[in-house]
């Protein structure tokens, strides 16, 4: 096993662990009934992606676009 499969291994697991938990702080969306509803936008909903939530999901994006990259790499290594 060479020491770039090893250190991709290892990143890939660091990144796996680190999108779990990124995922569980996010808090649920309140789609349900008040969609339906047609409830008015609040001004906290409507400046979401400056709050920490909003952080929170360009985080995901990003570990689970690297989740991604790293899983192709390594299943290219094993071929």
Do not use: H, P
Not at 29 to 47: F, H, I
Not at 58 to 74: E, Q, W
Request: hydrophobic share 55%; net charge positive.
């Amino acid at each position: 096993m060479s020491v770039l499969k090893i250190v991709m291994t290892i990143l890939f697991i660091l990144d796996s662990i680190f999108l779990a938990v990124v995922v569980l702080m996010q808090e649920g969306k309140e789609g349900g009934l008040s969609a339906v509803t047609g409830s008015v936008d609040s001004y906290w909903k409507q400046n979401k992606g400056r709050s920490m939530e909003g952080a929170l999901v360009k985080i995901t994006r990003v570990a689970a676009v690297l989740f991604m990259v790293l899983t192709i790499v390594l299943n290219m290594q094993s071929l």
